[in-house]
């Protein structure tokens, strides 16, 4: 699948990232001919298809060795190429180990592959940061002062996120109760405004967002900002 921009995360978490570049000017590239070039993609397809069909019972009984540091939904993704490297045998499981490690670790640093895990990772991390609850504007004025985030211009244009997109993009995680994220009523001194609880969070972080880094001043200023709005 091929895309501009980032994928939903159901795809993302379910794919190998490879991201592209569009070709530089001093860069060539033969141009793709359908009647030139469908004839040879259908031969290497027929090549691949008679070796397959002579270490297909091998393959279904692999288990190959993952690189380490990749487990979990990565390591589902990967484990049918690597047993497909390991049965071509000669140089080919080491490069796809290496290219594991790369791709694994490249959609794993965000960069746009995944706006929704970079969000609730700044959410955990740099808004929350060990509150109970905050209210929406709270949060999305926070969010809009994360300096190297996408949150105060979403569409290069200097259209920041607001309640109703951060609302759409929460929505397509669920609780631990397997409901659907969504702002709730928070009572504080100043009324009883919008806003989401860490408590409805808590899943999402533990199950996409890498691990917490160590407290600092930034997340402890964090905290008693987020103390004096109730």
Sequence with gaps: MAGLGSLPDTILTRSVIIRMRKKAPNE????????????????????????????????????PEMPEGVSDRPADVWEPLLAVADAAGGHWPERARAACLELV????????????????TDLRDKVFC???????AAILELLHRIDDAPWADMDGNGKPLNARSLSKMLGEYVTAKNEPIGPRSIRT?????????????????????PPAPRESRYIRYIRYIAGQRG
């Design 28 to 63: 060539k590239a033969e141009p793709y001919r359908r009647r030139v070039h469908e004839k040879q993609g259908h031969a290497l397809r027929d090549r691949l298809a008679k070796w397959a069909d002579t270490i297909r019972d091998d393959i279904a009984a692999a288990w």
């Design 105 to 120: 670790r490249a959609a794993g640093e965000g960069s746009g592959s995944s706006i929704g895990i970079r969000l609730l």
């Design 130 to 136: 060990g509150a109970e609850r905050m209210p929406t």
């Design 189 to 209: 001194t100043q009324g009883v405004p919008k806003g989401y609880y860490a408590e409805d969070l808590a899943d999402a972080w533990l199950r996409y967002c």
